[in-house]
């Protein structure tokens, strides 16, 4: 039943399209062939010839760009088309004739369904912003010179020197840059008549843009410093995934819960509500907090996709009606029973050693209690060498930056040579009774070892202060398909793993961690909804973690592979 009145409601913004298209071919100056100049005269008196053509294709124009917004659910959209399209009828029955009954019947059928599904058109305006504002200008530029460039070719036989339809996009183009109507040089009254209509046309869309671009550019409340308090004390106490302490990056949006203690830290993707880890409430509160999310989605006709959720409240997405697939493993490390010995750990054991001999000591910086310009400094020149190195892009969303802004929880492990020159740093992140290592950054010639001795000298500073858990982060991909009943959406996860590795590098990454074996490897989930897995949801999960790089990351995979064979 939800399914079909969607579909009847997409059926009626299909049809305003339509309705859209025709409008604005009505607004051409069909009067110039003479042999259809008397079908024409039985609904438009030629006194009402200018503010036929304006009004036709500039209702024509609300309709095609409103149909976009209404197929969202936009409250305001809905609004406004129900105003134009009861104008319209209000219109053409008093200017009845039997030529416009489809159209009538078309429009009112469309009218009857907006008006019915009110309801579901709850979703408030998106934020204009100077990228949308120009994408808005943009089409009606192309819209309005198309138009006119046509209508002046349909006019050549009333217009001078307008021989093919290049002469009559130059002259178009010279009507609206000048705004002089003495560029056209008319032989007729229905000339005139038009072109004085395609003035009043590109006046309302001059004085439309100005008013969009002159608009405020952020309608988002603003985070307060509030705000940042309640997250981070929720993530503090709630924070069972190692991820939860993300939610304080800059890169996120908060939505706090109306009917329980809780928060989710998001952002939005062409229309997909992509949430960090976990949500942050108690364990008893994850239901009921889940259908206050589910419901608000649904009335903004989001989708909604949460990125590398735990075991802990898998069972709470899925009996909401998430599909839930594998989405990597995470490097875990039972703090108590660790340590380097062992065949596993060879690799790790040779490197700290090797860094032990070249005299690299490892030391913690704690901001919180005292700034240092020098070790800020070096930190900034280590990420700037690490960010040429890799493009110059990094990864967002599922990983944070440095944070020496507003340090806050975090802390700042780094290595440096005998000549006291750093080498490389590690930021870790609280969660509930460990530390996930977060950023791993070190300069390119820095000797074999610099990581591997921050990390286990973390690690080993976390467990002497009773800590239990450490944790290097997600393998993404890894290990997903490792059940019998894998669904489509993890095998393609595992292809992906097993053969685009151009620009992210999963195997890489998998085995740099894999190297400090590890005392458990943790599954990491995806959820999302509603289903199936479609391209959407994945355009959605690589944008919000690869932006300013994604063309290169892109053309990285589609770049031929050389052959490594000698």
């Given at each position: 039943?939800?399914?079909?009145?969607?579909?009847?409601?997409?059926?009626?913004?299909?049809?305003?399209?339509?309705?859209?298209?025709?409008?604005?071919?009505?607004?051409?100056?069909?009067?110039?062939?003479?042999?259809?100049?008397?079908?024409?005269?039985?609904?438009?008196?030629?006194?009402?010839?200018?503010?036929?053509?304006?009004?036709?294709?500039?209702?024509?124009?609300?309709?095609?760009?409103?149909?976009?917004?209404?197929?969202?659910?936009?409250?305001?959209?809905?609004m406004?088309?129900?105003?134009?399209?009861?104008?319209?009828?209000?219109f053409?029955?008093?200017?009845?004739?039997?030529?416009?009954?489809?159209i009538?019947?078309?429009?009112?059928?469309?009218?009857?369904?907006?008006?019915?599904?009110?309801?579901?058109?709850?979703?408030?305006?998106?934020?204009?912003?100077?990228?949308?504002?120009?994408?808005?200008?943009?089409?009606?530029?192309i819209?309005?010179?198309?138009?006119?460039?046509?209508?002046?070719?349909?006019?050549?036989?009333?217009?001078?020197?307008?021989?093919?339809?290049?002469?009559?996009?130059?002259?178009?183009?010279?009507?609206?840059?000048?705004?002089?109507?003495?560029?056209?040089?008319?032989?007729?009254?229905?000339?005139?008549?038009?072109?004085t209509?395609?003035?009043?046309?590109?006046?309302?869309?001059?004085?439309?843009?100005?008013?969009?671009?002159?608009?405020?550019?952020?309608?988002?409340?603003?985070?307060?410093?509030?705000?940042?308090?309640?997250?981070?004390?929720l993530?503090?106490?709630?924070?069972?995934?190692?991820?939860?302490?993300?939610?304080?990056?800059?890169?996120?949006?908060?939505?706090?819960?109306?009917?329980?203690?809780?928060?989710?830290?998001?952002?939005?993707?062409?229309?997909?509500?992509?949430?960090?880890?976990?949500?942050?409430?108690?364990?008893?509160?994850?239901?009921?907090?889940?259908?206050?999310?589910?419901?608000?989605?649904?009335?903004?006709?989001?989708?909604?996709?949460?990125?590398?959720?735990?075991?802990?409240?898998?069972?709470?997405?899925?009996?909401?009606?998430f599909?839930?697939?594998?989405?990597?493993?995470?490097?875990?490390?039972?703090?108590?029973?660790?340590?380097?010995?062992?065949?596993?750990?060879?690799?790790?054991?040779?490197?700290?050693?090797h860094?032990?001999?070249?005299?690299?000591?490892?030391?913690?910086?704690?901001?919180?209690?005292?700034?240092?310009?020098?070790?800020?400094?070096?930190?900034?020149?280590?990420?700037?060498?690490?960010?040429?190195?890799?493009?110059?892009?990094?990864?967002?969303?599922?990983?944070?930056?440095?944070?020496?802004?507003?340090?806050?929880?975090?802390?700042?492990?780094?290595?440096?040579?005998?000549?006291?020159?750093?080498?490389?740093?590690?930021?870790?992140?609280?969660?509930?009774?460990?530390?996930l290592?977060?950023v791993?950054?070190?300069?390119?010639?820095?000797?074999?070892?610099?990581?591997?001795?921050?990390?286990?000298?973390?690690?080993m500073?976390?467990?002497?202060?009773?800590?239990?858990?450490?944790?290097?982060?997600?393998?993404?991909?890894?290990?997903?398909?490792?059940?019998?009943?894998?669904?489509?959406?993890?095998?393609?996860?595992?292809?992906?793993?097993?053969?685009?590795?151009?620009?992210?590098?999963?195997?890489?990454?998998?085995?740099?961690?894999?190297?400090?074996?590890?005392t458990?490897?943790?599954?990491?989930y995806?959820?999302?909804?509603?289903?199936?897995?479609?391209?959407?949801?994945?355009?959605?999960?690589?944008?919000?973690?690869?932006?300013?790089?994604?063309?290169?990351?892109?053309?990285?995979?589609?770049r031929?592979?050389?052959?490594?064979?000698?």
């Amino acid at each position: 039943m939800k399914n079909s009145k969607k579909l009847v409601q997409n059926l009626a913004v299909g049809l305003l399209v339509l309705l859209g298209v025709k409008n604005i071919l009505v607004a051409l100056p069909f009067k110039a062939a003479q042999r259809i100049d008397y079908f024409y005269k039985m609904f438009i008196y030629p006194n009402e010839l200018v503010l036929h053509h304006a009004l036709s294709f500039l209702l024509g124009l609300l309709m095609l760009l409103l149909a976009r917004q209404l197929y969202k659910r936009v409250r305001l959209a809905w609004m406004a088309e129900v105003g134009a399209l009861t104008l319209t009828l209000i219109f053409q029955l008093w200017r009845y004739h039997l030529f416009v009954i489809p159209i009538i019947m078309i429009e009112l059928f469309v009218l009857i369904v907006l008006c019915v599904s009110q309801q579901d058109f709850q979703r408030k305006s998106d934020p204009l912003t100077v990228k949308r504002a120009l994408g808005f200008i943009t089409v009606s530029l192309i819209l309005l010179l198309t138009h006119a460039t046509v209508g002046v070719y349909m006019m050549k036989g009333h217009l001078q020197n307008i021989h093919d339809l290049g002469d009559a996009l130059l002259s178009s183009v010279k009507l609206f840059v000048l705004l002089d109507t003495n560029v056209l040089q008319t032989t007729s009254k229905a000339a005139e008549l038009y072109i004085t209509s395609l003035m009043i046309i590109n006046w309302v869309c001059i004085l439309s843009f100005v008013i969009l671009l002159f608009r405020p550019l952020i309608y988002q409340p603003a985070i307060t410093k509030y705000d940042r308090v309640r997250v981070r004390r929720l993530a503090l106490t709630y924070g069972q995934n190692p991820v939860s302490y993300l939610a304080l990056e800059s890169d996120k949006r908060f939505f706090f819960s109306r009917k329980v203690n809780g928060v989710c830290a998001y952002t939005l993707v062409n229309d997909v509500f992509i949430i960090s880890g976990d949500l942050l409430c108690k364990t008893e509160d994850v239901k009921t907090f889940l259908q206050e999310l589910l419901t608000y989605c649904n009335q903004n006709a989001y989708q909604i996709m949460l990125i590398n959720i735990t075991d802990q409240l898998r069972d709470f997405y899925a009996a909401a009606g998430f599909s839930i697939v594998k989405y990597g493993e995470e490097a875990c490390f039972d703090l108590k029973n660790y340590t380097l010995a062992g065949g596993k750990t060879a690799k790790v054991r040779a490197a700290i050693n090797h860094a032990i001999k070249a005299g690299i000591k490892v030391a913690e910086y704690q901001p919180q209690v005292e700034r240092n310009e020098w070790i800020e400094k070096q930190i900034q020149q280590i990420t700037e060498q690490w960010l040429r190195h890799k493009g110059g892009y990094e990864m967002h969303f599922t990983l944070g930056g440095t944070g020496l802004a507003d340090p806050l929880d975090r802390r700042y492990f780094y290595a440096c040579n005998a000549e006291g020159t750093m080498l490389g740093f590690v930021v870790f992140l609280p969660y509930l009774n460990g530390y996930l290592a977060d950023v791993t950054r070190r300069r390119i010639d820095a000797p074999q070892g610099v990581l591997e001795k921050i990390i286990y000298d973390a690690f080993m500073q976390f467990k002497e202060e009773g800590l239990a858990w450490g944790s290097l982060g997600l393998s993404p991909l890894y290990n997903v398909a490792d059940h019998d009943k894998a669904n489509i959406t993890e095998k393609l996860f595992n292809y992906i793993y097993e053969n685009l590795n151009s620009s992210y590098s999963f195997k890489q990454l998998h085995h740099a961690k894999e190297k400090y074996a590890p005392t458990h490897w943790v599954p990491r989930y995806l959820a999302y909804y509603p289903s199936p897995f479609s391209a959407k949801f994945a355009y959605a999960l690589v944008r919000c973690q690869i932006k300013e790089g994604f063309l290169q990351v892109l053309l990285g995979e589609l770049r031929p592979k050389k052959d490594n064979n000698p």
